[in-house]
């Protein structure tokens, strides 16, 4: 007979997180664009003072896949917000950046 613990290990999906990215790149704005089969989201890093505010990643995702980002952003924000109090919107910051 299978184990059913061995059949779950098989399932997972290992993450591999490369060198180069495990720095991570900071981010203070977002621009986000659609289209019937993909959505591009812009990471932007906008220095203050600065003319120019260089794209420092893009993602490109099905329609059900940033639905699916939208709900574990909301479950985190939750669970976050549980933990350390309410993020307070900073006056002057709206739309989706």
Partial sequence: MA???NNQNQNQLQ??????????K????????HNPSEFL???IFAA???PQAPVVSRVIMSPE????????????????????GE???R???VGNN
């Fill in 41 to 43: 989201i812009d990471f």
């Fill in 3 to 5: 184990n059913p613990e």
């Fill in 15 to 24: 993450i591999q997180l490369r060198p180069e990215m495990a720095d991570g």
């Fill in 87 to 89: 993020i307070a919107p």
């Fill in 48 to 50: 203050p003072g600065m």
């Fill in 65 to 84: 896949n940033a639905k699916k980002l939208l709900f574990a952003l909301t479950d985190n924000i939750k669970k976050y917000e549980s933990q350390f």
């Fill in 91 to 93: 006056p002057g910051k």
């Fill in 26 to 33: 900071y981010t203070n704005l977002a621009m986000i664009g």
